[in-house]
């Protein structure tokens, strides 16, 4: 059980969405008339009512940030900061406002679907083994590309790696004190990096990214079916 830990989720939000065609960065594109960040943050505020959220955003969206917070009626429970060069910038200068006495989770941003009972999840068992890293299986036939050609590989042995990836404070702020690479695309590598193992925990199929046009229209049928469009009569 979590008991009286402090909880903190680190939301970084600093991409363009060049892929998505659109001036406007995706995480703030809406999705059933609210921005795609509003119904993250919302998931996160759902989980436990002590959880503090720290939003890392481009610099030109920090006030659209304080009315998203606003709007959610959490500002106490919203923290705001720049994001930086890198996605390790970024997660780096979120850390700044949580504590090492903590457990945290970092999330994407366009990770809009996730749901309160991972983050949950998540959350229990980094207090219990120091980490929770969600993933899913591979459906799909995999193989290896190479210089000769391709072989395929046992996909049984493929994870995808979600967000959010949440770990014992301590852990890491160590890790990204210790971190040479700016490069780290997750938080699980930036912690192998500094030696310490990684717990795995069974993530959710539709804990997709946002990144396409295609995944803003599964990210709408999704959010219909949950909130009971089809059972009143939506188109099944």
């Given amino acids: 059980m979590m008991g009286g830990k402090k909880k903190y989720v680190t939301i970084f939000s600093g991409g363009a969405g060049t892929r998505m065609g659109s001036k406007l960065p995706k995480q703030f594109l809406l999705l059933r008339g609210k921005p795609v960040l509003w119904h993250t943050v919302s998931a996160f505020l759902e989980a436990y009512e002590d959880l503090v959220v720290i939003l890392v955003l481009p610099s030109a969206y920090m006030e659209t940030g304080r009315e998203l917070g606003e709007g959610l009626g959490a500002s106490s429970r919203i923290r705001l900061v720049e994001g930086g060069a890198t996605r390790w910038h970024s997660v780096q200068n979120g850390l700044r406002l ?12 366009v990770r809009c679907l996730v749901t309160s009972e991972l983050i949950r999840r998540c959350f229990e068992q980094a207090s219990r083994l120091g980490s929770a890293v969600p993933v899913t299986g591979c459906a799909d036939s995999v193989r290896l590309v190479e210089e000769e050609g391709s072989k395929p590989i046992d996909r049984s042995r493929i994870k995808l790696v979600q967000t959010p990836q949440t770990f014992e404070g301590s852990i890491l702020f160590r890790a990204y004190q210790a971190a040479k690479d700016v490069n780290y695309t997750d938080d699980a590598t930036v912690v192998e990096a500094s030696r310490v193992g990684v717990h795995l925990i069974d993530g959710e199929p539709f804990n997709i990214k946002i990144t396409t046009p295609f995944d803003l229209e599964v990210a709408e049928q999704v959010l219909e079916y949950r909130s009971g469009g089809r059972a009143n009569g939506g188109d099944g």
């Fill in 98 to 109: 949580a504590e090492e006495d903590a457990v945290i989770a970092v999330h994407d941003g």
